[in-house]
């Protein structure tokens, strides 16, 4: 069973900077796809960005592109969301999740993943 543990969310000034982290067990790290999602309130939980299981490859919506970067740390098991000049919309709870590859981050069907973390919360004041 995957554990995905979220941190580092706050409130923060528009045009801030924060670091989100993902602290992932249960999974051989290293051989999945990393993805970070957002649920702003009444809104559907949407993909915000993804990496591949060795780095090399990333994915960002559109919104984020320029402003946000995924990373991780395969030797710590952890991924990781830089989210810098942040916007008032970018305020939501925040999630991780691992899957095979980042295409399947990118196609799969959200109901299909079983297993989530509590989140973190991002306020971002304007």
């Known amino acids: 069973q995957v554990q995905l543990v979220e941190s580092g969310g706050g409130l923060v000034q528009a045009g801030g900077s924060l670091r989100l982290s993902c602290a992932v067990s249960g999974r051989t790290f290293s051989s999945y796809g990393m993805g970070w999602f957002r649920q702003a309130p009444g809104k559907e939980r949407d993909l915000v960005a993804a990496?591949?299981?060795?780095?090399?490859?990333?994915y960002y919506t559109d919104s984020v592109k320029g402003r946000f970067t995924i990373s991780r740390g395969n030797a710590k098991n952890t991924a990781y969301l830089q989210m810098n000049s942040l916007k008032p919309e970018d305020t939501a709870v925040y999630y991780c999740?691992?899957?095979?590859?980042?295409?399947?981050?990118?196609?799969?069907?959200?109901?299909?993943?079983?297993?989530w973390g509590q989140g973190t919360q991002v306020t971002v004041s304007s």
């Open positions: 999740n691992v899957d095979r590859t980042l295409q399947s981050l990118v196609r799969r069907p959200l109901h299909e993943y079983d297993y």
């Open positions: 990496i591949s299981s060795s780095g090399g490859t990333t």
